[in-house]
């Protein structure tokens, strides 16, 4: 399948849905439902309002990613991810895995996770990436308050996949059952000032997540969003993407309309108001 070029879009192009009329009957669902299937097949990426996060909450794990990327060097390497076998910990910039013909990206991460004990089924029958978080011990709080908001943004994302689920009509049901005890990551992010031509670097390259739902906070600096055909430039707010595991009824039921039809990524803005 042809890869399709990227095209610049206006902010106006962005559609805003609202996840309010999930709780206000039958006939307002049906507008969400419509109004996300037009942007799956179209723009691929929208806003969100009336979605149940508050501006407390993203100014709270905004902090707290603040607190943690202004410790110092050694104490954030001193909880590296490669030490983790659940993939949780401290990614530097620059830092490649397996593959080192890729361009590094001009990021540094803090990757946690679902926080499971030693008794937590998943993590005695041995099951990928069930296991505890690396966590600083140089920061009052963090822990609380980073947990504080993964439940929130479970709330938020139990929204985004009825959304989905009525946007394909599939019975919520049905769904349901598959995401009563996901294994959810957080993924604290840092893109320190580059200059504007940069060679063999970029803030982050390429990629397709691997969950089913990924949902993402930016702060105001902005940047540019690229999901493969489209391009906007934006002080974003948040976004959540469709992660390769959605399944074939999502690709097929989208991609088949979309300009880009190799795109399997949907962008999801999460505001703040």
Same mark, same amino acid.
């Given at each position: 399948?042809?890869?399709?070029?990227s095209r610049q879009i206006e902010l106006s192009e962005i559609p805003v849905? #609202?996840? %309010?009329?999930?709780?206000?009957?039958?006939?307002?669902?049906?507008? /969400?439902?419509? $109004?996300? *299937? +037009? @942007?799956?097949?179209?723009?691929?990426?929208?806003?969100?309002?009336?979605?149940?996060?508050?501006?407390? #909450?993203? %100014?709270?794990?905004?902090?707290?990613?603040?607190?943690?990327?202004? /410790?110092?060097? $050694?104490? *954030? +390497? @001193?909880?590296?991810?490669?030490?983790?076998?659940?993939?949780?910990?401290?990614?530097?910039?620059?830092?490649?895995?397996?593959?080192?013909?890729?361009?590094?990206?001009?990021?540094?991460?803090?990757?946690?996770?679902?926080?499971?004990?030693?008794?937590?089924?998943?993590?005695?029958?041995?099951?990928?990436?069930?296991?505890?978080?690396q966590w600083p011990s140089s920061l009052p709080g963090f822990k609380d308050?980073?947990?504080?908001?993964?439940?929130?943004?479970?709330?938020?994302?139990?929204?985004?996949?009825?959304?989905?689920?009525?946007?394909?009509?599939?019975?919520?049901?049905?769904?349901?059952?598959?995401?009563?005890?996901?294994?959810?990551?957080?993924?604290?992010?840092?893109?320190?000032?580059?200059?504007?031509?940069?060679?063999?670097?970029?803030?982050?390259?390429?990629?397709?997540?691997?969950?089913?739902?990924?949902?993402?906070?930016?702060?105001?600096?902005?940047?540019?969003?690229?999901?493969?055909?489209?391009?906007?430039?934006?002080?974003?707010?948040?976004?959540?993407?469709?992660?390769?595991?959605?399944?074939?009824?999502?690709?097929?039921?989208?991609?088949?309309?979309?300009?880009?039809?190799?795109?399997?990524?949907?962008q999801l803005n999460l505001g703040v108001g």
């Amino acid at each position: 399948m042809a890869i399709a070029q990227s095209r610049q879009i206006e902010l106006s192009e962005i559609p805003v849905l #609202d996840f %309010g009329l999930l709780d206000q009957g039958p006939a307002a669902q049906s507008r /969400l439902f419509k $109004a996300m *299937r +037009e @942007a799956c097949e179209t723009v691929g990426f929208f806003y969100t309002k009336n979605h149940g996060v508050s501006s407390a #909450d993203t %100014g709270s794990i905004l902090e707290q990613s603040h607190r943690f990327f202004a /410790l110092p060097v $050694a104490e *954030r +390497e @001193a909880l590296p991810i490669t030490r983790s076998p659940f993939y949780r910990g401290y990614l530097a910039v620059g830092q490649r895995g397996a593959n080192l013909e890729r361009a590094p990206d001009l990021l540094e991460a803090f990757n946690l996770g679902t926080d499971l004990g030693p008794d937590h089924p998943g993590v005695k029958a041995g099951k990928p990436l069930h296991g505890p978080n690396q966590w600083p011990s140089s920061l009052p709080g963090f822990k609380d308050k980073v947990g504080a908001y993964q439940a929130v943004m479970h709330g938020f994302a139990q929204k985004v996949l009825r959304a989905v689920a009525g946007s394909m009509d599939v019975p919520w049901e049905k769904l349901a059952p598959a995401f009563k005890e996901p294994l959810a990551q957080i993924r604290l992010l840092h893109y320190p000032p580059q200059p504007p031509a940069l060679e063999h670097m970029m803030g982050a390259r390429p990629h397709q997540d691997t969950s089913f739902i990924t949902i993402l906070l930016q702060d105001d600096a902005g940047g540019q969003l690229d999901v493969e055909g489209t391009q906007a430039d934006e002080p974003l707010r948040g976004d959540a993407d469709q992660g390769e595991d959605l399944g074939q009824q999502m690709v097929q039921r989208f991609a088949a309309a979309s300009p880009a039809p190799q795109m399997q990524t949907l962008q999801l803005n999460l505001g703040v108001g």
